[in-house]
């Protein structure tokens, strides 16, 4: 039977997974993704990933390649696959792609965002895909910062201590803060049924996210998290965003702001 190269968009919620790459002992993506497909079609399989999220991160349209020798079609592959998975991953799509087909260095953008919430009452549902920052945000200066990223850069000052690639050049297309609209206040009333979520009094409110998106051909090493947590520190007034310039140019870690927590980080897709 003739294997087939299948490249595989999958959606997962992290927060209880040890990242993407396979480790010994721990409960990967990775590893649960291959243990299913193997004992799917019944024989050892490999599975690539196009990125390696770190533990505790999301994806919306992570990119895998599975070689696989089966006589289930392509087609009828997604399901097969998600049928099996633990209800926080799911196979989106499964596409038959040529020999030769490299996930990592075909892929020519990804896009990433960012999710926090600054309103005062922690949001229990959202929690383990946000940042909560129960505090007022400068967005417009954030935002400022940000575009101060876009370009062809080196990005040796937001990349982790442990990534050791000699290259830290890399080109963001995009990097944006989005605040939410205005928040819509409502005076208590017993007859809460006739208001939409949102606007009774004590809910939570749209206007309480920020969105920060950040999209690149390439990525270091946690470069993504230490980008929002130097952002942070501009939203809470301890940077200016014309300061973006002089850690770009110092080249070290330590120039940065903190690396802010995974739970917030989405990976929201790959495109080739």
């Given at each position: 039977m003739t294997v087939r190269n299948i490249k595989l968009i999958i959606q997962y919620d992290g927060s209880d997974y040890h990242g993407w790459q396979i480790q010994p002992g721990q409960k990967t993506i990775q590893g649960t993704l291959s243990?299913?497909?193997q004992n799917l079609i019944g024989c050892k399989v490999q599975v690539?990933?196009?990125s390696r999220t770190d533990a505790g991160v999301s994806a919306l349209g992570q990119v895998a390649?599975?070689?696989?020798?089966?006589p289930i079609p392509t087609e009828n592959l997604a399901k097969a696959i998600t049928d099996r998975l633990p209800a926080d991953i799911v196979i989106t799509e499964a596409v038959e792609m040529p020999n030769g087909f490299d996930i990592i260095g075909?892929?020519?953008r990804?896009?990433?965002?960012?999710?926090?919430f600054t309103g005062?009452?922690?949001p229990a549902l959202q929690i383990r895909h946000c940042w909560y920052i129960p505090?007022?945000?400068d967005t417009v200066a954030m935002d400022r910062a940000a575009k101060m990223l876009v370009g062809k850069k080196d990005f040796k000052s937001f990349a982790s201590a442990a990534d050791k690639r000699q290259n830290s050049v890399r080109t963001i297309f995009q990097c944006d803060v989005n605040a939410s609209c205005e928040k819509k206040r409502q005076k208590p009333t017993a007859d809460i049924q006739r208001f939409a979520p949102g606007e009774i009094e004590g809910t939570q409110y749209d206007s309480d996210w920020i969105y920060v998106n950040v999209e690149g051909n390439a990525f270091l090493y946690n470069m993504v998290?230490?980008?929002?947590?130097t952002l942070i520190e501009v939203g809470k007034g301890k940077l200016e965003p014309e300061k973006i310039k002089q850690i770009i140019e110092a080249k070290d870690r330590t120039a940065a702001g903190p690396i802010a927590p995974a739970a917030g980080l989405c990976l929201v897709w790959i495109k080739y």
């Open positions: 243990d299913v497909i690539f990933g196009a390649l599975a070689q696989i020798d089966s075909a892929a020519t990804k896009l990433y965002r960012y999710t926090i005062p009452t922690r505090a007022e945000l998290r230490n980008i929002v947590g």
